[in-house]
């Protein structure tokens, strides 16, 4: 038997997990291969980094396209971001199943897919898959291609990894994590990988159990009553490293949203999680032009910090690693819906 198409083997997978086969999608995108497809990355100039052991080289800065983008409710200013962030060379774009607006009527992946379905091969696509259940996570993965208008994306990730006993669910024999080997050996994902902003020791945990190719984990905050005397960054990214993982931070300019009266600026917090060890790369939601051009501004002229610019960073984050009465801190909090 021949191979099967990427878009025939989720249908069946579907129909062979839960007896229930998905109605045919009108338009769905015929089947890319290596033959027909020339990538076309183009970094513009813009610092970029090897993204572990994916091989691909990446912009140090990717496109978050969680709730601040998607709280841009101008569609029309919207898809001109999308198009100017890859004119500039921001090419590396990171979504999810569940990103949307806050009154729901944005949903993320739509949203690219319009600009996608006409740019395909010039973007390093990332999304995000959140159910556990198998059957429920195949049907996830089937909802994102057809939003997104491809038959692949460059990596799939588990979305919101938060506990031990979540990874429990995600680990065991035809679980979720078996679900992403199966959708990368049939190429709908070039690479797999996990998000996390939760329990240190769950991403670790999940690191050593798993084969995976990079990961996006939270620099700086914690859910109540987690040991936060050991930062994600000093825990977590060693462990990936150690398998060549690639490893980008999210969260970065949160501060500035919650603590009043920080004295730091998102210029400096770009900087400061650049400059971090074993960091490629940093993703970061933006929402209209001023703040995409200031953020490209401060990736071209990056230079790392200086030890000492970097400890008084730390020092002035302080008060957002310790709050106690932030929004991301509450159970079944998840990335790209804060608003």
């Not at 940093?282 to 200086?306: A, C, Q």
């Not at 310790?322 to 790209?336: A, F, S, T, V």
Request: one cysteine or more.
């Amino acid at each position: 038997m021949g191979k099967i198409s990427r878009r025939s083997f989720l249908k069946a997978s579907l129909t062979t997990a839960s007896g229930l086969a998905l109605s045919h999608v009108d338009g769905f995108p015929k089947e890319v291969t290596k033959k027909n497809v020339k990538l076309k990355f183009d970094a513009k100039g813009l610092p970029t980094t090897v993204l572990g052991k994916t091989g691909v080289i990446v912009p140090r800065l990717a496109f978050g396209l969680g709730s601040r983008f998607c709280n841009n409710k101008n569609e029309e200013e919207a898809i001109a971001l999308l198009e100017k962030a890859l004119d500039e060379g921001l090419y590396y774009w990171d979504t999810a199943s569940d990103y949307s607006s806050s009154d729901g009527k944005v949903i993320s992946e739509e949203r690219v897919g319009r600009v996608l379905k006409n740019q395909r091969n010039r973007v390093f696509l990332s999304t995000k898959v959140l159910p556990r259940d198998p059957n429920e996570a195949l049907r996830s993965i089937e909802l994102s291609l057809k939003r997104l208008q491809t038959d692949h994306v460059d990596v799939l990730n588990i979305h919101a990894v938060n506990s031990l006993e979540d990874n429990k669910n995600i680990l065991k024999k035809g679980g979720l994590l078996d679900i992403l080997y199966r959708m990368k050996e049939e190429k709908v994902t070039r690479f797999i990988g996990f998000s996390g902003h939760a329990d240190p020791l769950a991403l670790t945990d999940l690191i050593e159990k798993g084969n995976f190719d990079c990961m996006i984990v939270a620099m700086n905050h914690y859910p109540k009553g987690l040991d936060t005397s050991t930062t994600r960054i000093e825990q977590v990214v060693p462990k990936a490293k150690e398998k060549n993982m690639g490893a980008i931070l999210m969260k970065v300019i949160r501060p500035l949203d919650t603590i009043e009266g920080i004295s730091l600026n998102a210029e400096n917090l770009i900087r400061y999680a650049l400059s971090l060890e074993n960091i490629d790369g940093i993703t970061v939601g933006m929402d209209n032009m001023k703040v995409l051009e200031s953020n490209l501004k401060t990736l071209r002229e990056f230079t790392p910090m200086n030890i000492q610019e970097k400890k008084e960073i730390t020092l002035a984050l302080t008060p957002f690693f310790n709050h106690e009465n932030l929004p991301w801190m509450n159970k079944g909090y998840r990335d790209g819906n804060w608003t």
